[in-house]
C-alpha cells in the first residue's frame, strides 16, 4: 500500500503556505502533504526535525494523547535523484534541490471560521483586504496561553503588524473574550510537555500549538473540540528542528525550564500574583503535567521521582528571576 507521501508525485504546482526559521513551507492545492524546504537559518536542522519528529509522533500515537501530531514524516535528502526529477519544476522557477522535510499538512480552518475572527478583530477599513488574501486561508490559530496582549490591539489602533491569519497569535484575553475552552487545550499542552520530558526524554524545545481543522481521518484525533466560531477544530504540535534529548537528572531538569522559558508562550505560566486567574490557569497546567508525568517517571526508579516537581519549582524560580530583574532594570531607568 502507497503512502500519501509517494501519492503526491503529480504535476501540480507547489505554493508557499508559511514560513519558519528552518525554512518555507509548501503544499499542493488541495493536498494533505506540506513540504517544509531547509532553505532558512543555516543552523536549524531538519534531519533533527526529522528524528525529533518521528519520536514525538510515535510518542503522541502511544500514549494517545489529545494533541495532534502530523502523520507520514519522511525525509528527502538534496540528492535524491528521483524525486527531485519528479518533483523540481513544481516549486518556483529558480529553486534547486535541498533537504525537506514531507509530513502530513495540517488542516487550516475553513473561510467561515477565519471571516468570523477577521470581522471580529481586523480594522473595519482593512477587512475587505485581509478577507480576499489568498495566503489567509492558510489559516492556523497560536493559542497564547501564557500572555495577555491588550495595548495596540485596538480595531481603531494604527497597524503596526500586518494583520494575517496565517499562524495568528490568539492571546489569552482574545482567548476569554472568544470562550474557547482554555482550560482543556491548558490541560493537552500539559499532557504533551509531560510525555516529550518523561516518555520521550526530549526538552520539547520551541515546539508550536496550533489550532486547525481536524485530521482527515477524525478517527486519530483523540480529542476534538466544538465551538461557536472555531466549529469542530484540533489541537496540533509541530516543529521540532530545535528539540534536543533530555538527561535524567539536574542539569536536563535546567535544560528543560531554559526551553519552557525560551518558548513561545503558548504554555501559562505562573505570575507573581499568586490571587490572579492567570495564576489560576498555570495551577491548572502544573497539576496536570504533575499528574501526567508520575507514571513515566515511576518507571525509571526512585531516583527520578522528584524530577517532574523540580522541573516546576524551577520554572517557577525562573519566573520570579525574571520579575527581579526587570523590576531592578525599572528602577535604574528612573535613576537615570
Known sequence: MTSPIQQECTSTKFREIGHDNCGSVRAAEGSTIAMKREDGCKWRSLLNDYNMHRLVLKTALQERLSVCAPRWPKFIKNDDQNWWDMNLARFRTGYTACNVLCSERIPPLPQDVRDRLIDRYCPPASIATIKAEESNRDCLVRPYLGRRKFQIEARTAPILHRFSMRNYPLHLNKAEDLQLPILEYAHAMA??????HWVANIDANDIEFVLGAVPTQKEIAHN??????????????????????????????????????????YFPRPTINEQSPDNTLWIEFRDRYLECSHEPVTGFGGNFLSLPEKFIERVVEKIHERHQRAHRESLLAVEV
Open 191 to 196: 499532557e504533551t510537555l509531560a510525555m516529550m
Open 224 to 265: 476534538v473540540y466544538s465551538h461557536e466560531i472555531f466549529g469542530i477544530h484540533a489541537l496540533w504540535v509541530l516543529d521540532f528542528d530545535c528539540c534536543k534529548p533530555l538527561t535524567m537528572d539536574d542539569a536536563g531538569i535546567e535544560q528543560a525550564a531554559e526551553a519552557f522559558m525560551r518558548n513561545d508562550p
